[in-house]
Nanobody
């Protein structure tokens, strides 16, 4: 059974940092590119960053230079280091496959950037 569990969200002040983690089932992690997505209230879910099995990365323009995606193949985990956070980064963050049809979505983790 495919399972995605996101963690690491929280409340942070503008300019602060958070590190999100996603633990994925080995059945998908070892095969697929993985991505972090976010959905703000009233907006569509969007791709924030993606990473292939070989480590190639892609970022949304809005987070380039601030966010870094990485994957730990030994732990079936994909991480998102978020620096210089802005209020507009406030959203629920999810992980899922990238460049393929998404699998079942997890609960996500809330990130709130506010002073």
């Amino acid at each position: 059974q495919v399972q995605l569990v996101e963690s690491g969200g929280g409340l942070v002040q503008p300019g602060g940092s958070l590190r999100l983690s996603c633990e994925a089932s080995r059945s998908i992690f070892s095969i697929y590119a993985m991505g972090w997505y976010r959905q703000a209230p009233g907006k569509q879910r969007e791709l924030v960053a993606g990473i292939t099995t070989s480590g190639r990365t892609n970022y949304a323009d809005s987070v380039k230079g601030r966010f870094t995606i990485s994957r730990d193949n030994t732990k079936n985990m994909v991480n998102l280091q978020m620096n210089s956070l802005k209020p507009e980064d406030t959203a629920v963050y999810f992980c899922n496959t990238w460049l393929n049809l998404p699998t079942s979505w997890g609960q996500g983790t809330q990130v709130t950037v506010s002073s």
